[in-house]
């Protein structure tokens, strides 16, 4: 089993429509949490991170359920910038560990 | 956050060659790191470059292979030894400048294709 899993997608999505990606991790002693976005040939760059209380920038939303090992990342109001791969990634001691990631297309 | 530069940005070579790839940061930083994505996959962590000392590898990663220096805070070099197609992939720097617990910024990448 993989330290972190995420929904394979791909997700295809017109603009305007939310989608929610979801992520799961089995080290319960993971410390940070994060959501990093993937642009074709670029390198991750920090989306978000996330807490436990929730977190919210703009049109993104981030939570985190320590007891399920579970992180969560809701996009609202799809744009087609938005296009691209998710990437959930958990850190432990400072080193991350990544899922997968999964791929978005938003479409006209 | 502070900034990352990563070199050569993409090199094509020939398999049994070596490369060595550098990462420069604009500040000092606690930890940095060695990651390699191959296509179409996310990232893998390589190992961690340690100041002044041997870097601590992944399972599955040696230092033979992929021998790694950090003489100072802002500074690091990864090398790729003796070549073969399947070493082709993304190798990316990255490193943490404000903690353990706080989010990792990475260098552009450097694409290498071994033929």
């Known amino acids: 089993r993989k330290e972190v899993e995420q929904d394979p997608g791909p997700f295809n999505v017109p603009e305007g429509a939310t989608v929610a990606f979801n992520c799961t991790y089995s080290?319960?002693?993971?410390?940070?949490f994060f959501w990093y976005r993937q642009d074709c040939r670029k390198e991750p760059k920090l989306l978000m991170s996330?807490?436990?209380s929730g977190n919210e920038d703009g049109r993104f939303t981030a939570q985190l359920n320590r007891a399920s090992q579970y992180i969560s990342l809701l996009i609202r109001d799809s744009k087609l910038s938005d296009s691209a791969t998710y990437l959930c990634?958990?850190?432990?001691?400072?080193?991350?560990?990544f899922g997968d990631g999964t791929t978005l297309t938003v479409k006209p | 956050s502070a900034v990352i530069s990563q070199k050569p940005s993409r090199d094509i070579c020939q398999r049994g060659t070596s490369l060595t790839i550098q990462c420069q940061v604009d500040?000092?930083?606690?930890?940095m790191f060695w990651y390699r994505q191959q296509p179409g996959q996310s990232l893998t962590l390589i190992a961690t470059?340690?100041?002044?000392?041997?870097?601590?590898?992944e399972s599955g990663f040696v230092i033979d292979k992929f021998p790694i220096s950090r003489p100072n805070l802002t500074f690091s070099t990864l090398t790729v030894s003796n070549m073969s197609p399947e070493d082709s992939s993304i190798y990316l720097c990255?490193?943490?400048?404000?903690?353990?617990?706080?989010?990792?910024?990475f260098g552009q990448g450097t694409r290498l294709t071994v033929v």
């Open positions: 500040s000092q930083v606690t930890m």
């Open positions: 470059a340690n100041q002044g000392s041997e870097a601590t590898y």
């Open positions: 996330v807490y436990s």
């Open positions: 080290n319960s002693a993971s410390q940070s």
């Open positions: 990255s490193a943490l400048d404000r903690g353990l617990n706080t989010e990792a910024f």
């Open positions: 990634v958990v850190n432990q001691a400072g080193k991350s560990t």
